[in-house]
Structure formats: structure tokens, C-alpha cells
């Protein structure tokens, strides 16, 4: 079994910043790569940010210049810190890891529970 829990999210007013969290646990083998997406109603879920098992990242342009994701491998834990926060990033972040599990030899994916980011104007 694999878990993962997210923490962070909330109310925040236009201009400030953020940090959320997103540790998994289990039977974890290795971790591969880890991402954050995001989901705003009635729309798609779209990648924020990614970033590999060697550290390269990658950005949606929406947050590009102004987010930051990083990992924590002791820890098997991924963060995305976003800055200079706009309304237009009122959404539902989910983390996704991906991830073997031990006795396993294919890597899957997991997303977390997922946690509301609300920026007020």
C-alpha cells in the first residue's frame, strides 16, 4: 500500500505565498518522478510543476518565474512553492508521484487526496 497526503493549501490573499507538501509512505521501492497539478471548477487537471528523479524541473507557464518545486528523497516528499499568488491560481492542487513499490517492477502513479488553494483579490 501506498499512501500519499498532501498539507498546505488554504486561503491566501492576492500577492502572497504558498508551500505545499506532499509525502508519500508505503512500500515504496524508488521514486521516479513527482509532479503537482492543479484543477479549477468545471475545468481540467493541469500540471503546475514536475521534477525528475535526477532534480530537473519543469514549469507551467502560468507559474513560471514564481513557483518552485523541489523534493526531499530521505523524506519521499515533494513541495511546490508558489509566489506573487494570483486568483487565477484558485484551485484544487494534487500531488502525483511516481513510484515503485517493493516485489514490484513496473512504476505507477499516485495522486494524493488533494488540497484547495483559494487566493482572494
Known amino acids: 500500500q501506498v499512501q500519499l497526503v498532501e498539507s498546505g493549501g488554504g486561503l491566501v490573499q492576492a500577492g502572497g505565498s504558498l508551500r505545499l507538501s506532499c509525502a508519500a509512505s508505503?512500500?515504496?521501492?524508488?521514486?521516479?518522478?513527482m509532479g503537482w497539478y492543479r484543477q479549477a471548477p468545471g475545468k481540467q487537471r493541469d500540471l503546475v510543476a514536475r521534477i525528475t528523479s535526477r532534480g530537473s524541473t519543469t514549469y507551467a507557464d502560468s507559474v513560471k518565474g514564481r513557483s518552485t518545486i523541489s523534493r526531499d528523497n530521505a523524506k519521499n516528499t515533494v513541495y511546490l512553492q508558489i509566489i506573487s499568488l494570483k486568483p487565477e491560481d484558485t484551485a484544487v492542487y494534487y500531488c502525483?508521484?511516481?513510484?515503485?513499490?517493493?516485489?514490484?517492477?513496473?512504476?505507477?502513479?499516485?495522486w494524493g487526496q488533494g488540497t484547495q488553494v483559494t487566493v482572494s483579490s
Open positions: 502525483n508521484i511516481n513510484l515503485v513499490r517493493y516485489y514490484t517492477d513496473t512504476p505507477m502513479g499516485y
Open positions: 508505503g512500500s515504496i521501492l524508488s521514486i521516479n518522478h
